[in-house]
């Protein structure tokens, strides 16, 4: 293995990250939306990648930035045109929050082209830390496109798509250009493809130690790693690893063991994401904190609310013995589950939201204890206002998660409360925004 220290290095661009030292958040379509990667930062992940966007969605796409929370979302018209009995209306296909996530987040694109993924990541650049290429994704509906893993059966155009990224993009823009491969059927195999890669100018690769034909279930191969960490080390290539990585302390005992300088997770986030927190800052939360966390970020980040439904319905643990996760289930729109979750403190910003996606009159409580529900949530909002600290739910338990514990706080942006319509947004305790997934892996 070549010692880290006299390996020579790829120079990091001045608008870029190195991915040296980092535990990540992996790129998750669904599951990697904009409230969860800014809890994966709150509880101590190093580094976000964003969910998978197809290079064509995003090209024709407008930007803009949301004037209630400050997130820049990127919309575009359905390229179908849309429901003919519904109003055309732009969906967000990205959303992004430029002071939290600022210097963190790499944005992982699926393509099969170099003149579109330049088109596509162009539009971006100017606002994330990276652009990731992905060439891991074994689903249909990706690799059909000559996208994903597909690319690792075409290496031609794999490197010819990095290296128009890192000509067209990189240097312009001065962002770091990485890649997302698995591991293929043999040392060798890979041993060739990874050689040609860690040539084209990347910053960053990180393997995903499975075959493309593996599925997530199957335990993660980790004999090839030293062998493309030793590859990327020579090159001067930061290299991250994948697969069955399942916290912080087991991401630091593994880049040790394999000699790799980062660490990726995916599933493990997506069930606990304080996963991200060391031992030593407490370990995991209990569900509820992360759900409490969880909720609040959606709720200020505007997130879809189907895609909120999907996550809160990992985070919670489900089954008989636990009715609130059933009760939840029923949900309908953000008030809901401050009401069934009993986070009150959070019910005047859900309502707000509720109003802004048009979920108000799916509730399913009615008007009247809708209306008085409202009135206390707001008298206690205020009441705490006026004491000069927010409320907190009454049964989520007070813990580091908002309290200023052991949360790593060089992963948390400063405070910036916003007056907004006359009420005050805080953007620090958690945050923004959703993706309508008309992309993705
Ligand atoms: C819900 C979900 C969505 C995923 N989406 C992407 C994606 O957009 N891009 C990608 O490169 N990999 C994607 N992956 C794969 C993960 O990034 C990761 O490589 C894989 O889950 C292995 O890591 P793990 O063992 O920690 O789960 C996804 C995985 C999951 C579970």
Not at 32 to 58: N, Q
Request: overall charge positive.
């Amino acid at each position: 293995m070549t010692s880290l220290t006299s390996a020579p290095r790829v120079p990091i661009p001045a608008n870029g990250v190195d991915y040296r030292g980092k535990v990540v958040l992996a790129p998750m379509v669904r599951s990697g939306e904009l409230p969860s990667r800014l809890l994966a930062l709150k509880y101590g992940a190093d580094l976000v990648w964003g969910p998978e966007t197809i290079d064509r969605a995003l090209v024709g796409a407008s930007r803009r930035v949301n004037p209630r929370n400050g997130t820049i979302e990127f919309t575009r018209v359905p390229s179908n045109g849309g429901r003919p009995d519904k109003p055309l209306h732009e969906s967000i296909i990205y959303r992004l929050d430029p002071q939290r996530e600022k210097g963190k987040l790499i944005f992982q694109i699926g393509t099969a082209d170099p003149e579109l993924a330049v088109r596509a990541a162009k539009m971006v650049a100017g606002d994330v830390a990276g652009i990731d290429l992905n060439s891991g994704c074994p689903k249909p509906f990706s690799t059909c496109g000559g996208m994903g893993a597909a690319l690792l059966r075409t290496p031609d155009k794999l490197v010819s798509i990095l290296e128009a990224l890192v000509r067209e993009v990189g240097n312009p823009y001065q962002i770091g250009i990485s890649v997302k491969i698995r591991i293929l059927e043999t040392p060798e195999l890979t041993e060739n493809l990874v050689s040609r890669l860690v040539k084209t100018g990347i910053t960053g690769l990180t393997v995903h130690c499975r075959t493309t034909p593996m599925r997530p279930r199957e335990r993660a191969i980790r004999d090839q790693l030293q062998m493309v960490a030793s590859i990327c080390h020579k090159a001067g290539v930061a290299c991250l690893m994948n697969g069955d990585v399942s916290s912080r302390d087991n991401a630091l005992a593994l880049m040790s063991e394999y000699g790799v300088d980062g660490a990726m997770i995916a599933t493990s986030a997506e069930s606990n994401p304080s996963c991200f927190r060391s031992k030593a800052e407490g370990g995991l939360l209990p569900w509820r904190d992360v759900v409490y966390d969880y909720v609040k970020a959606s709720i200020e980040s505007e997130n879809r609310f189907g895609n909120t439904k999907f996550l809160l319905n990992t985070l919670i643990p489900g089954g008989k013995k636990n009715p609130e996760f059933n009760h939840a289930k029923n949900a309908k729109n953000y008030a809901d589950y401050c009401r069934i979750l009993e986070f009150e403190d959070l019910l005047p910003g859900a309502l707000e939201v509720d109003t802004i996606l048009n979920l108000t009159e799916k509730s399913i409580f009615k008007t009247e204890t809708r209306s008085k529900a409202v009135q206390n949530a707001i008298k206690n909002n205020e009441t705490a206002r006026a004491a000069g600290g927010a409320p907190r739910s009454k049964t989520a338990s007070a813990t580091p998660a908002t309290t200023g514990g052991p949360i790593r706080t060089s992963s948390i942006p400063a405070s910036t409360p916003k007056e907004e319509n006359g009420a005050k947004v805080d953007l620090s305790a958690s945050s923004p925004p959703s993706q309508n997934q008309e992309v993705t892996a």
